[in-house]
């Protein structure tokens, strides 16, 4: 298989990783932002796949979500969730997986520097997500902070670790496969 096409396929792969772990999502009360898997999925993309292909199957998946393919948080799709309290969160998975994985190309690989440029890559996602949650919502920092950040901020670390593990246990296994 050629290089091009095995990069197609692993991007697709990844983008639909994305879907299927944005669907698993638990809403909470106080807040329009759920808590879903997707973020993993994003850190493993950017880990596994680099820098350009981790962004690229991140593109895909927000594609997808524009053109309103139902794969999404809440089994919806379509331009008006962009422009909802979530999409900048959605938006900023682009950017998170390319920062994760210029991190480890840049950097010697240890479970460190894997935290590391997961917590790089949420840090993206929680500023983008917050200050497009402000614009929409209208709401002040302190109240997007309340609503957007500090009732995730554990779990998002699970996730980390969760992903960090994978990630340290995957790599090695398909260094020559991808």
Known sequence: MSKKIKDILLCAIFASLTAIFSIISVPLPFTPIPINLAIISVFLSGGLLGSKLGSISQIIYVILRIIGIPLFSGISGGIGLI????????????????????????????????????ISGLIICYVFGTLWFMLITKSNFINALILCISPFIIADIFKIIISTSLLWKLKPLLKNKI
Do not use: D
């Not at 998170?96 to 240890?110: D, F, M, R, T, Y």
């Open 83 to 118: 422009y909802s309290p979530t999409g900048g969160y959605v938006i900023s998975y682009i950017i998170c997986a390319g920062i994760v994985g210029l991190v480890l190309e840049k950097s010697n690989q240890s479970v460190f520097i894997y935290f590391l440029s997961m």
